[in-house]
């Protein structure tokens, strides 16, 4: 029996540790080191008084079949309509014999995809739609500037060479300018001109004014296409009680099978011998303990792996220097139970409390640092403890650890959160009930700096025969979901095989190993 170190319990490390155990043939000793005292990653769902944050928003959608079809063993999708949909007379498409989530805890909702951006106190739709109200919105001058420029950039090409250029050839520089640069200023904390044109290719994969022209075009005409990029879908699978409770339920079946979780394991050392590695030291409760093992599957954010391997032995100092350099940035979310939101619903979409629709609210408003706003009661009816007359909402913030705001108290951040909302006229002062704050160190992996030269770290990597590096922080890439846990399938089938090349782990999130057309 070989024994298998995961570092990590969120999506790709739990995927990792059930495929190499759900053969049932007793090949493998499982045992998965978080460091965190919940498991999920940046994909769980925190428990606040009865009210569930979704740490990041998550969207249970893949255009890999494998995936929808491990989704959905998990957790089968609703037969029943949820609470809300029951109570507004909205049509869902239901599974026979599925579970009725007004009795059942394991079933997976769907739910309408609404997210907006929040520009010019007004709404526009996300990803940008080419219809009356945009236009309306935008007005008459922005509209003639911004269809020109789109004209522009159809024929006059810039070299890809950053994100700026990225956007401005897909949208034209007046929607960029709009739509795009402060956003990416606020996520990044950096220009899109400093940013490589990587991070576009890998989220907005094939999305621009002539996707959103062809997928109207279909919708206006009902012709049906499985051709659908991910930002544009209109339903998507969800948890009950959010992403969490999915990873949650993987847990349990990892530990059914006999594989270990152990929490509060931190992987700060990793001893190397003959060029393989042979066991991690991790802290657990100040103290330090040595786990060995056979085969090492790593998910910890890969910049802090080779630190702790070079804390316990010399290693190539070049492949040293560019994990030392790779930057990411931070995410905190202000928790605000509220009695109402101001915003009005003018959608034709029913609501529980008529608010608004969306599930994410993008803030494009330069004068507020937030980023996003989730509206959870839209995720899930199940979210909220009372859902008939309160509102729970996510602010969302990205950060620099250490920066000012990252250093603000729960009380000054939450406050803080609050007033950015009253601002912006979205609540009052007044409404908010309670509070709660969440940060995640290195939630999302940059694309800029010894990113460069990401290449060269990798083929270090690669020297180790038994390590196997696998989701969003063990590749520095902004995988979704989907993408870590392919990752992870694709190691373990490695594994399970003997193959030597990772050509197959690395590059599971380009479009061609993104098993379309399976």
Not at 68 to 88: R, T, V, Y
Not at 386 to 391: H, L, Q
Request: net charge neutral.
């Amino acid at each position: 029996m070989k024994k298998v170190v995961i570092i990590g319990a969120g999506p790709a490390g739990l995927t990792a540790g059930y495929e190499l155990l759900k053969d049932k043939k007793g090949e493998y000793e499982v045992v998965i080191l978080e460091a965190d005292n919940r498991i999920g990653g940046i994909s769980k769902t925190v428990n606040v008084d009865g009210n569930r944050m979704d740490l990041g928003g998550h969207r249970f959608f893949s255009k890999d079949e494998e995936v929808m079809k491990f989704w959905k063993e998990l957790m089968p999708i609703q037969g029943q309509n949820s609470l809300d949909d029951e109570k507004l007379g909205r049509e869902k498409p239901l599974s026979t014999d599925g579970p009725n989530p007004e009795t059942e805890d394991r079933v997976m909702l769907v739910r309408d995809r609404v997210s907006r951006i929040y520009y010019l106190k007004k709404f526009f739709d996300y990803p940008i739609s080419l219809k009356l109200e945009t236009f309306t919105n935008m007005g008459l001058i922005r509209t003639i500037k911004s269809g020109f420029s789109y004209l522009k950039s159809i024929f006059v090409k810039k070299t890809e060479d950053s994100l700026e250029n990225f956007y401005i050839n897909r949208f034209g520089k007046v929607l960029y300018s709009m739509f795009f640069e402060k956003y990416t200023e606020k996520l990044w904390g950096r220009h899109p001109s400093q940013i490589s044109a990587d991070w576009g290719a890998q989220r907005v994969k094939g999305v621009s004014i002539s996707a959103v022209l062809k997928d109207g075009f279909k919708r206006l005409f009902k012709i049906n296409s499985k051709e659908v990029e991910t930002s544009l879908i209109e339903q998507f699978w969800y948890p009950k009680f959010g992403p969490g409770q999915l990873w949650e339920t993987l847990a349990t079946e990892v530990e059914n099978l006999g594989g270990k979780i152990l929490k509060d394991y931190e992987v700060t050392g990793v001893n190397i011998k003959d060029g393989k590695i042979v066991s991690v030291e991790c802290v657990v409760r100040d103290v330090i303990k040595e786990i060995e093992g056979d085969i090492f599957i790593s998910s910890m954010p890969v910049k802090d792996l080779v630190v702790a391997m070079n804390s316990k032995q010399p290693i190539d100092q070049n492949a040293l220097a560019i994990a030392e350099g790779l930057p990411y940035r931070d995410f905190i979310t202000a928790g605000l139970l509220i009695k109402r939101l101001n915003l009005k619903n003018k959608t034709k979409i029913k609501t529980m409390g008529n608010i608004v629709p969306d599930c994410w609210i993008y803030v494009q408003e330069p004068e507020v640092k937030m980023g996003r706003i989730q509206i959870f009661n839209n995720w899930s009816p199940y979210l909220v403890k009372d859902i008939e007359n309160t509102v729970w909402i996510g602010v969302e913030y990205f950060a620099n650890e250490g920066d000012d705001l990252w250093n603000m108290s729960e009380k000054e951040f939450t406050a803080f959160a609050a007033d950015e909302l009253v601002s912006m006229g979205i609540i009052e002062k007044s409404d908010v009930i309670s509070s709660h704050q969440e940060k995640v160190k290195k939630a999302y992996p940059a694309y800029f700096d010894t990113y460069k030269d990401m290449d060269k770290l990798i083929e270090y990597l690669n020297t180790f025969d038994n390590l196997y590096c696998v989701g969003r922080n063990g590749q520095h890439r902004y995988n979704n979901m989907d993408h870590s846990m392919v990752t992870a399938i694709e190691a373990v089938k490695n594994i399970k095989t003997g193959k030597k090349s990772k050509d197959n782990i690395w590059n599971v999130n380009t479009e061609k190993e993104y098993h379309e057309t399976k």
